[in-house]
C-alpha cells in the first residue's frame, strides 16, 4: 500500500498560512485473496453449413403487397430486357445506390419557392371528412429486390416538391435505401461472390424502387429513374420518376424555408398496419393495406449533429428536429405541416430517446435541410 501525504504551508514566514497543515492519505485498492477474476466465456460453437445442394431459406412474403411490388418489379424488368433503350426503361437498385453515393451534396439548378405562408389554393387542409389516405398529402416509396427464392422490400414514406414548371421531384428518407443497400442479395451482387450451391447460379437479381399513388384499391406504380441529390448525413434524399409528368394522385406541398418554433402545432402524415388501440379514430385506408392519418403533435425543439440543444432564431445549427408524439414505422420521410400555416416544416426520420425522465419523441429534418439541396434565389451555377 502507498501512502502519500501533501503540505498546504504558507509562501513566506512572515505571513500567516491561509490553510492549516493537513495530511491527506489515499487509499488504493490492491488485489487480495477476495478479489474473483471470473473466466472469459467459451466462443460460441460455429454454425454448420447447409448440405451441399441445398436452397437458401425462403423469407415469407409479409403481405400480400409485397407480392403485388414484385410482380410489378418483374414486369418492369421483363420490358426493359425487350426494350432497354426505352424512355422510361427500368432502373435497377445498383445504379440508383451509385447515383445516392456519387450525388450526396449535390446542388441541383432548380430553385424552390419559399412558401411559409401559402394561399388558400396551396395550404394543407385538414378536414375531418378527409382523410390522409385520399388527400393526396403522401406516398409511399418501395426499395424492392429478387433473387429467387430470396427477397426484400424496405418501405417508407415521400412527399412532392413545388418545382418549378411541374418537374417531379420527389423527398424522402435514405436510411431505407440504406437498409437495402446492405442487404446480403445485393451484396453478392456487388462482391461478386460465389453462390452458396448450385441452384443460385442462373439465378439474376431482379430489383428498382417505385413512388406508390393512388386510392388504396388501384394503387399506380411509378419507377423511379433516379436519385437527383442526397444528404447522407442528414438522412434525407431526392428522387425522380421515370416520366416528367405529374404523378397521378399526388400533390405538390408547399414548403416552408423557416423553422417552426418549440411549442409549434403541427400535423404529422403516420402510417400504420392497422389502427393504434389507443388512438383508432380519423384512421383511414391508404396503400398497400395500411391506414394513415394527420396526427396531431407539436415541435418539442432542436438538436445539432453533435446532439446538443439548438434555438431557431441564433447561429446554432438546427440539424435535427425533435417533435410529438413519435411516428409509428413506415412513416420515415413523410411530411410534418404547421397546423397554422399549412405548409411542409420538417422531414419525420425515425424516433429518439430524448432521456429516462422524457422518453422517446420523434426526429426528422427541418424544411431549411431540403432548401440545402437546391440553388438560392439569384445564384447561377454554371454546372447542374
Not at 435535427?320 to 420538417?346: N, Q, W, Y
Request: glycine residues 10%; hydrophobic residues 35%; aromatic residues 6%.
Amino acid at each position: 500500500m502507498l501512502l502519500f501525504s501533501r503540505h498546504l504551508c504558507a509562501i513566506s514566514s512572515g505571513i500567516q498560512p491561509l490553510y492549516r497543515h493537513v495530511s491527506h492519505t489515499r487509499k488504493y485498492a490492491i488485489v487480495g485473496p477476495t478479489t474473483i477474476v471470473g473466466q472469459p466465456p467459451t466462443p460460441p460453437t460455429p454454425s454448420s453449413p447447409p448440405p451441399e445442394g441445398a436452397s437458401p431459406e425462403l423469407t415469407p412474403l409479409s403481405s400480400a403487397f409485397d407480392a403485388e411490388v414484385l410482380l410489378q418489379l418483374r414486369k418492369r424488368a421483363t420490358t426493359h430486357a425487350s426494350s432497354p433503350n426505352a424512355p422510361d426503361a427500368h432502373v435497377p437498385l445498383p445504379n440508383l445506390i451509385e447515383q445516392y453515393l456519387d450525388r450526396n451534396g449535390r446542388v441541383l439548378n432548380i430553385q424552390l419557392p419559399y412558401e411559409s405562408r401559402p394561399g388558400p389554393g396551396r395550404r394543407i387542409e385538414f378536414h375531418t371528412e378527409q382523410g390522409a389516405g385520399d388527400d393526396g398529402g403522401a406516398a409511399m416509396i418501395v426499395h424492392a429486390a429478387l433473387r429467387e427464392p430470396a427477397h426484400k422490400v424496405a418501405h417508407s414514406s415521400g412527399f412532392a416538391l413545388n418545382t418549378p414548371e411541374g418537374q417531379p421531384v420527389i423527398v424522402t428518407c435514405a436510411h431505407t435505401l440504406e437498409e437495402i443497400r446492405h442487404h446480403p442479395i445485393l451484396r453478392s451482387e456487388d462482391s461478386g461472390a460465389t453462390p452458396e450451391s448450385p441452384s443460385q447460379v442462373h439465378r439474376p437479381l431482379v430489383s428498382g424502387s417505385f413512388i406508390i399513388t393512388g386510392p388504396p384499391s388501384a394503387p399506380i406504380f411509378t419507377p423511379v429513374a433516379s436519385i437527383l441529390s442526397a444528404l447522407n448525413r442528414a438522412d434525407v434524399l431526392l428522387l425522380s420518376p421515370n416520366s416528367a409528368s405529374p404523378i397521378p394522385g399526388l400533390r405538390h406541398l408547399p414548403l416552408s424555408p423557416y423553422p417552426a418554433h418549440p411549442g409549434t402545432r403541427i400535423r404529422a402524415h403516420f402510417v400504420a398496419d392497422s389502427p393504434p388501440a389507443d388512438d383508432p379514430e380519423g384512421w383511414c385506408p391508404w396503400i398497400g393495406g395500411t391506414f394513415a392519418k394527420w396526427v396531431r403533435g407539436t415541435i418539442v425543439g432542436y438538436h445539432d449533429f453533435a446532439g446538443r440543444e439548438a434555438k431557431p432564431g441564433t447561429y446554432d445549427a438546427l440539424s435535427h428536429l425533435l417533435f410529438e408524439p413519435p411516428p409509428t414505422s413506415g412513416s420515415s420521410g413523410g411530411p410534418i405541416v404547421d397546423e397554422d400555416s399549412g405548409a411542409v416544416v420538417g422531414v419525420m426520420l425515425g424516433t429518439q430517446m430524448r432521456n429516462r425522465l422524457e422518453g422517446v419523441c420523434g426526429w426528422g429534418a427541418p424544411s431549411e435541410t431540403i432548401y440545402e439541396m437546391f440553388s438560392l434565389p439569384g445564384l447561377k451555377l454554371n454546372s447542374s
